[in-house]
């Protein structure tokens, strides 16, 4: 167990050298599969998942953990993975779903574009039926964030 630690910390920080976080380490001894799930602020296309896989398994076969077999799978969070709100600022111009802890107009849950955002509050554009609306958000009254896809 102490190994495949190892081999977790000195590829969060390959990845962090080429602007990747790792978010995700687990080795499903049962199935005998790796999984590591990366992110980074700018949207992951599959040429990207190749390009890291390729840095990931070199890097694997330099520090393997074990002596035995596996499959090696490798993504990211998806086109609609979670925001920290605190980095909400890095996705201005993005379609994003936001969680309230007190609603909003009687709404919890917001969709629509991030217009601005400062460290104290956002302006969200959505669309309620026909009607554009935009609504300044206290940041504080967020709980949660996500990109989302826009129908």
Do not use: W
Request: hydrophobic share 35%; proline share 2%; aromatic share 8%.
């Amino acid at each position: 167990m102490e190994e495949i630690n190892r081999v977790q910390e000195g590829l969060k920080e390959k990845l962090n050298e080429i602007g990747y976080e790792l978010y995700s380490f687990k080795f499903l001894a049962k199935t005998r599969m790796l999984e590591v799930i990366v992110d980074r602020d700018e949207e992951i296309n599959l040429d990207d998942i190749t390009c890291v896989s390729e840095v990931i398994s070199t890097y694997l076969d330099e520090h393997d953990f074990t002596d035995n077999p596996y499959t090696l799978d490798v993504s990211s969070l998806g086109v609609e993975k979670p925001i920290s709100v605190e980095k909400l600022d890095k996705y201005v111009g993005k379609y994003i779903n936001i969680h309230l802890s007190h609603p909003y107009q009687g709404e919890n849950i917001l969709e629509g574009n991030l217009d601005y955002c400062d460290e104290n509050k956002i302006i969200l554009s959505y669309k309620n039926k026909t009607k554009l609306i935009k609504c300044e958000i206290n940041r504080a009254n967020i709980d949660k964030a996500r990109l989302a896809i826009k129908f």
